[in-house]
């Protein structure tokens, strides 16, 4: 089954170590072969004790053989101790894999405030190591989750210079998604041999198309982390940037994040509604942006979607609200699903036959034409629903 | 009744013109003494016809008698019907009052992009004009209203130079609350006799004070307005800027704002509770406005409030997702209801009998310093329900 492959030279695992009560909550991933890694990290200015750890440890520069990652709790807002036990887990799993401190990353998801209960970590990472396997990618993608529904796996096999390569990430999302760096947690690996700093180019970039363009409430984690791995096992002639194999490369990685980021989206809290929004004929790409994260952030234009109601006239709000230069009522266009609603200043009025159908699949799209420039971007989100609400008005502090 | 009474040389009245199916939906005020007039209008970039025309009026100087306002349709995204539409409400409201064009003020609320029925209102304007009455507060009061669920209405009476001065204010409210210029319609009446730039000032300042401070779901209108119309009735000396009855005037009129302001929070769609978010000690202003501002809108702290659950963690990662300066985890502090709950970078751990009072009341504070300077700021909000989804899911376009 390509959905259960790992790279060349992975191994990975989930285990149960005692912070929810049932569910796997401690994953390991390894690689024998040393990998050249690159990180992407969330902006907000409360950060997770686990993101400073493992930015130290990128920043050393040594090769990352493993990561190791807890669910159900956050590790933020945990003062000093927070940051010794995130060491303590980097540390721990350096021991028993036989590497240095800094060979290895650490990432957590769950509950902001609370101490992580070290021991049971401590005690539950030479069973993870135990667990190690070239089939342990689900067993992983099953341990990083939090109130996610289910596993988010996607792996591509391409070829560069006649040589296989493959790339598989795995991620959680669910709630507290939003701008810059919107999901939780996004691991990626891949047996390519890719230079450095190319590899940081290109998930960079990826991360901006694809992660950084989705939003379920418009609330920032603290603890947003994208990792990706490169262990150079396909023994491709090297990836570097500028060339034929780095926009290859580029794009399979963009496809994974892709794929991820809409599974975060279509498994939101609560969501029922997977919603594209696209503006294009902007002045600048800042602006597309500004108008596509305002309608996406719309309390109002996610309830309308989630009732399947036509309601334009919420999204001709936000994209006034967004405050993006150049936007004119009398040039701007507006279009659910298809059919135009608002051009030229004025409600078209279409048919009900055509209006009928808008919000009605699982899917749907909102585009916007500002007919001010030749500037697009687009923004995934889902509905808001009275389940979202019933979710975060009950989930345990 | 104090509630019920206008102040001298006002009347107004509110009828039923056919926008609404049964409710008063055309409501008029009125003075016969000639008012100084200022607003203060919504920031977002796609603007109903009647900001315009009302905007256009007021820069000419001359001065007001008359506001005539619908409720039920916002004559937003309506082109150029509907800036004649806005024209005609004016123009024919003046005709009936024996007044210029540009003596009239217009305003309207309700759903965006549907054409106004301007024949019923045209039709219904001499009625509006012959139930004006002293005692005809409620009856605006009730008209201007679209989903809120009660009238909201302030008075206050004071002193200056020995001579009563009257404030009432009527507004209405309840969804799309939000940055720049919360309330959707808010009107202000004074026999005060204040000197034009210093009614201006006065105005600016209130309302930067209390209707831009509330939020209720981040969704900034399309039709936000604010006027105040000072017809000198009351016979005082003169208020000028930077003189003690200045002082004074705003003083109350911020309290006739701020009044109408928490009640536009406490009829928030779907509220259970009223959220007071205070932050302080903070470098500049605008750090503690943004501070605030994140917090109150997140969708996340919101729930946890409904819920009832005093999920500090989700405030922590507001404050962080704020990007406002000078943000330490460790010298922040957090607290709910009064019970610190973070402090010195780690969870305070406060006893469960404290802990099981915080969001309990239908009142509740939400405490942040920020420990690295000494401005303040606060905002008010309302938590996020069921209720408020299924509003806006089947709010009808």
């Not at 493959?166 to 760096?181: E, H, R, S, W």
């Not at 078209?348 to 036959?353: D, K, L, Q, V």
């Not at 923004?379 to 808001?384: A, E, I, K, N, Y």
């Given at each position: 089954m390509a959905q259960s492959r790992l790279p060349r030279g992975f191994k990975a695992s989930g285990v149960h170590c005692g912070i929810k009560r049932f569910n796997k909550d401690l994953a390991l991933i390894y690689?024998?072969?040393?990998?050249?890694?690159?990180g992407v990290f969330t902006k907000n200015r409360v950060k997770a004790a686990p993101i400073h750890v493992t930015r130290d440890v990128l920043s050393k520069g040594l090769p990352i053989h493993a990561i190791i990652i807890n669910s159900g709790n956050a590790n933020c807002c945990t003062g000093k101790n927070g940051n010794n036990d995130a060491k303590k887990m980097a540390q721990v799993t350096s021991e028993n894999l036989g590497l240095k401190f800094n060979n290895v990353c650490v990432a957590?998801?769950?509950?902001?405030?609370?101490?992580?209960?070290?021991?049971d970590i401590v005690r539950s990472i030479p069973v993870a190591v135990k667990r190690l396997s070239e089939k342990g990618l689900k067993g992983l993608a099953k341990a990083i989750l939090t109130t996610d529904r289910r596993e988010k796996i996607k792996t591509l096999r391409f070829s560069v210079d006649e040589k296989e390569v493959?790339?598989?990430?795995?991620?959680?999302?669910?709630?507290?998604?939003?701008?810059?760096?919107a999901t939780m947690l996004c691991f990626i690996m891949t047996d390519a041999n890719v230079e450095k700093d190319a590899l940081n180019t290109a998930l960079k970039r990826a991360v901006n198309n694809t992660f950084n363009r989705i939003t379920i409430d418009g609330d920032m984690s603290t603890n947003d982390c994208v990792l990706i791995l490169a262990n150079g096992r396909s023994e491709n002639k090297i990836i570097r940037k500028n060339t034929k194999s780095f926009e290859l490369f580029l794009g399979?990685?963009?496809?994974v994040c892709l794929h991820m980021a809409e599974a975060i989206v279509k498994g939101g809290e609560g969501a029922t509604k997977f919603v594209r929004v696209n503006v294009c004929g902007a002045k600048t790409e800042d602006d597309a942006v500004a108008v596509?994260?305002?309608?996406?952030?719309?309390?109002l234009v996610k309830t309308s979607v989630h009732g399947q109601d036509a309601n334009w006239g919420r999204i001709a709000a936000s994209i006034g609200a967004s405050m993006a230069g150049g936007i004119s009522q009398k040039r701007m266009e507006i279009y659910l699903d298809g059919v135009c609603m608002f051009k030229k200043g004025t409600f078209?009025?279409?048919?009900?036959?055509r209006t009928s159908r808008i919000y009605k699949k699982k899917a749907v799209r909102i585009d916007i034409?500002?007919?001010?420039?030749s500037k697009c971007a687009g923004?995934?989100?889902?509905?808001?629903?009275k389940r979202y609400v019933e979710i975060n008005s009950h989930y345990l502090t």
């Open positions: 690689t024998d072969s040393p990998a050249k890694a690159a957590s998801t769950g509950i902001i405030g609370k101490r992580l209960p070290i021991d493959n790339i598989t990430g795995v991620c959680k999302g669910a709630g507290m998604i939003c701008p810059n760096m399979m990685l963009n496809e596509a994260r305002s309608i996406a952030d719309s309390c078209t009025n279409p048919s009900g036959r034409n500002l007919r001010n420039g923004m995934f989100t889902c509905d808001l629903s």
